[in-house]
């Protein structure tokens, strides 16, 4: 490795550290989007309305909506991804029967590292970054150098550069945007943990296919 990759590498790892500081800092709300919250309010009435920052699949419009709020960090997360969403995209997404929403949840700051990298990769990019992520969860985040190194290779993939993915995450207007995202969820939608599986406006208790297609059948 050359001097200017390893200054350029020492660079992105100085703004992963940072980024773990900001992450766990308190901050004001500072969206639009959030205004009047009250933090009792746990309805999920209004989780459809669209947010700057959410990724869709659909074909068509359909009428139903399934909304995943996600950490990529997240096992359970991952455990939904491999083993019931191929079968909503086949069975549903891909039949036009349903309008899939991904909206970012991170709970640490490699999940804050990996969102952020994925919305820089473009929308083309985006869920293709979000699925090797969450296959691959149980490589990269347990690196046994560096998480981050993790992310840097899934990056790669992706075509960003260490320069770009410094740019990325220093990016205080992306940070801010899913941030906010995530604290409405949290203060108007009663999202407290992940993966928070919404069909249309109900919020769904148990995470399994059947469990979806019962809730789109009562609607």
Same mark, same amino acid.
Not at 56 to 76: F, Q, R, W
Not at 87 to 100: D, F, M, S, W
Not at 137 to 150: A, I, K, V
Not at 180 to 187: F, I, P, S
């Given at each position: ?24 800092? +308190?901050? &004001? ?6 205004? #009047?919250?009250?933090? @009792? /309010? ?5 989780? %459809?309305? +669209?947010? &700057? ?6 074909? #068509?419009?359909?009428? @139903? /909506? ?5 950490? %990529? ?147």
């Amino acid at each position: 490795m050359n001097r200017k990759n390893i200054i350029v590498l020492a660079g992105v790892f100085l703004v992963f550290a940072i980024l773990g500081i900001l992450f766990f800092s +308190p901050s &004001e709300i500072s969206s639009n989007n959030l205004q #009047n919250l009250n933090s @009792n /309010v746990t309805s999920s009435r209004g989780v %459809l309305a +669209p947010l &700057e920052g959410d990724h869709v699949i659909a074909i #068509n419009n359909p009428k @139903n /909506v399934i909304i995943e709020y996600a950490s %990529l960090t997240c096992p359970h997360c991952a455990a939904f991804h491999n083993e019931v969403f191929p079968k909503i995209k086949a069975e549903l997404i891909n039949t036009g029967k349903v309008k899939y929403i991904f909206r970012d949840f991170p709970i640490d700051p490699y999940a804050m590292a990996g969102s952020m990298i994925a919305h820089c990769a473009g929308d083309e990019k985006y869920f293709a970054v979000i699925n090797v992520l969450l296959k691959t969860q149980d490589q990269w985040l347990f690196d046994n150098e560096n998480p981050y190194n993790g992310l840097l290779k899934v990056a790669r993939l992706a075509s960003l550069s260490e320069e770009e993915v410094e740019m990325c995450l220093k990016n205080k207007s992306l940070f801010s945007q899913i941030e906010n995202n995530q604290k409405l969820a949290t203060n108007r939608f009663g999202v407290n943990g992940t993966p928070a599986i919404f069909v249309n406006e109900s919020r769904l208790t148990t995470l399994d296919f059947e469990t979806i297609l019962e809730y789109l059948g009562n609607n």
